[in-house]
């Protein structure tokens, strides 16, 4: 299963442009997305922030609002729910590649 949001800025529409967008134009604290790419859960560029790691922002604050869970264990759910999601792709296509046979 996939987890998808788009982040919608009432004034300039869709703010993904080339899967970039400028950390300025979401809606987080900058200090927040500091303390996230202090441990490595985003990997901001120069005021940028790709595509993934904004979904994955969307992902870590709403473990946090719907879990209780603090930051830290928020990140760490969502890795492993995305690896979870990797191994269950990895498991459907070793299951389709066995029915060819």
């Known amino acids: ?4 949001i788009e982040i919608y800025n009432k004034s300039r529409g869709y703010v993904y442009e080339e ?9 987080y ?19 940028m922030l790709s595509q993934a790691d904004a979904f994955k922002v969307d992902k870590i604050l709403r473990l946090r609002r719907c879990l209780g869970v603090n930051l830290s264990g928020a990140v760490i759910i969502a890795e492993l729910m995305d690896r979870l999601d990797d191994i269950e792709t990895e498991i459907d296509r070793q299951g389709k590649k066995e029915t060819l046979f």
């Open 19 to 27: 899967g970039w967008t400028r950390q300025e134009d979401l809606p």
């Open 1 to 4: 299963m996939r987890y998808a």
């Open 29 to 47: 604290h900058p200090l927040l997305m500091q303390r996230l790419a202090d441990v490595g859960a985003i990997e901001p560029r120069t005021g």
